[in-house]
């Protein structure tokens, strides 16, 4: 019998996981994960990329377990476009308000 590293509890000589944590008796598994974090559910992710943090959310993508690599790259590269876009939509407006405070500034003179 040996001790498991994590909780304590008694293992057997040729167990791999602990039967009170499920953790790996070597240590260096993490145990099965019984269901995923609230913030890897599939809209939130999408939410929080697409509207609140843009490319900052991409860790959130990339760490989520229940995303396939591909959806992952697919993501990544939407992401990219829809920065561009932005980038670009904030480009000409910037520049139509100019045009029109300048448009304004010479019907005062």
């Known amino acids: 019998m040996k001790t498991c590293p994590h909780c304590q509890g ?26 995923p974090k ?4 599939v809209w939130f992710v999408l939410f929080m990329l697409f509207f609140v943090l843009g490319p ?9 377990p ?11 590269l939407a992401m990219v476009a829809y920065t561009v876009v932005l980038i670009d939509l ?12 300048k448009q304004f500034n010479a019907t005062l003179q």
């Open 66 to 76: 229940r995303l396939s690599r591909w959806v992952k790259i697919g993501l990544t």
């Open 90 to 101: 904030t480009i000409r407006t910037s520049r139509a308000v100019m045009e029109q405070v």
């Open 38 to 41: 609230w913030y890897y559910n």
């Open 56 to 64: 900052l959310g991409l860790p959130l993508v990339w760490k989520n």
């Open 10 to 35: 008694t293992v057997g000589d040729e167990a791999k996981f602990c039967g009170q944590c499920g953790r790996t008796v070597d240590g260096l598994g993490a145990p099965p994960p019984s269901h």
